[in-house]
């Protein structure tokens, strides 16, 4: 079993920026795809940036590309988000999930087997 935990949401203008951080439990967390997803209000859950084990390999939704940056630290077992130059639209309640597959690319929902409990990100314009 992994618990997370998401931190570092809140409320910024646009263009600021913003660093969540995902603070998992759990030895095998090394091994875990991770990714972050976001729900907007009356939308669905959709996905934002995935990284795979190492590091080594990211991903993200064209929405995001060059704005945001997912990475990680192994030894302190988190994930982090730079979100930059923040858009209205990025306004979400942003979820930290892991899969223990250990597949990269992975962008849907059934796909990730844990979930956090979400941290919100307002945006004002």
């Known amino acids: 079993q992994v618990q997370l935990v998401e931190s570092g949401g809140g409320l910024v203008q646009a263009g600021g920026s913003l660093r969540l951080s995902c603070a998992a439990s759990?030895?095998?967390?090394?091994?875990?795809?991770m990714g972050w997803f976001r729900q907007a209000p009356g939308k669905e859950r959709e996905f934002v940036a995935g990284?795979?084990?190492?590091?080594?390999?990211?991903w993200y939704a064209d929405s995001v590309k060059g704005r945001f940056t997912i990475s990680r630290d192994n030894a302190k077992n988190t994930v982090y988000l730079q979100m930059n130059s923040l858009k209205p639209v990025d306004t979400a309640v942003y979820y930290c999930?892991?899969?223990?597959?250990?597949?990269?690319?992975?962008?849907?929902?059934?796909?990730?087997?844990?979930w956090g409990q979400g941290t919100q990100v307002t945006v004002s314009s």
């Open positions: 759990g030895r095998a967390f090394s091994t875990y795809t």
């Open positions: 990284i795979n084990w190492s590091g080594g390999t990211t």
């Open positions: 999930a892991a899969d223990h597959s250990g597949w990269i690319y992975r962008r849907l929902e059934n796909q990730y087997d844990y």
